[in-house]
């Protein structure tokens, strides 16, 4: 990845977000794609659409004539965190959890506070509440010590866990508060950049979205609009784009994630054949091929509005912030750590991305190839059949 394009990520991740919050990364993005002259524009749930100049431009696009089926990239500009709720004397601030969390060693652990215009600073975690199955913060109170902070209407401010700096490399990592699901993001991005700069490539729609750690929400609004559907004359594939749990197979620092379905659902088993024949050509010996099934992804919400998707996956470390790999300024097993991806897997990513733009691609029939392979294959096995 060179300098630039490193400075872009870096820039994105140090932004503040939270599920509801993530105005400061749409006003990021709106005047990066002003800059750079990409069309985009803000749907009735304030998801931002990139690749289009407005609706109307989006429906053209969807109802064009032609096998060519229109590729829907698809991430989410939240990550978890909480909104605060109101002021209860002595410095403390109640707060709200949205998302996953992680549950251990959460007292006296540092969160950043932001308001609509950006960081006003930190604060402490001074007790939290743990939903009875378990898996993440409830509510919880924060002690406030900056004295300019506790003048600040309570209902402006959110915020998250924090960490050294909100973004820092080591290596070819990168450490931050949050890699899910701005890398995603990033990915969208970078990929209507290079559209850009290259003629003839197939028909391409960005969808941010908003709310995703809650249920994708901000996905759901937008599929629910029918816009993909109605009057959609050329086929549409949907490829989320997520940073998701490590698992085996699925490893730090190994490449980019086929992602073949996530917790909920397999995926669209054509537009997969697809995708991994082209990681296969594009990056072989260099990328990873699984279910990864630590989460679920806006892959299933499309799926459940019938529309065909399929995923792709950065491996993430220390996933919602927990410290699962564990590493430098984690808590403890459990305990809140940076997120954590490699720099390589995020390259892997866009060129896959790139890669998926291709025209040509075989949609018409994308298994023609191994039925051709099984039908030589069989051929050799003729005279074994006859008994
Ligand atoms: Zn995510």
Known sequence: MNKTVLARLTRLLDIPTAPFREHLIVEHVLAVCARAGIDCFLDPAGNVIVGARDRAHYRRIVAARSAEPVRVFISHMDHPGFHAIAWSGR???????HGGSPVRHLRGADVWLSDARGYVGNATIASAKIHKAGYAITDMTIRVDDAAIRERDAATLFGGLSFRRPVWRSGKRIYTKAADDLVGVFAILETARALKRRRSRAPFLGVLTRGEEVGFVGAVDHFRLGWLTR???RPVMCVSLETSRTLP?????KGPVVRLGDRRTVFDPAGLAILSDLAERLLPGRHQRRVMDGGSCEATAATAWGLPAIGMSVPLGNYHNQGFEGGPDCRGP?????ELVHLEDVDGLLTLCDGLMQKGLAWRDAWAATRKRLTKNAAAYRDLLDL
């Open 91 to 97: 410095g403390r601030l109640t707060a709200r959890w």
């Open 231 to 233: 009057g959609a004359t």
């Open 249 to 253: 197979g699925a490893l730090i620092g």
């Open 334 to 338: 459990e305990g809140p750590a940076p």
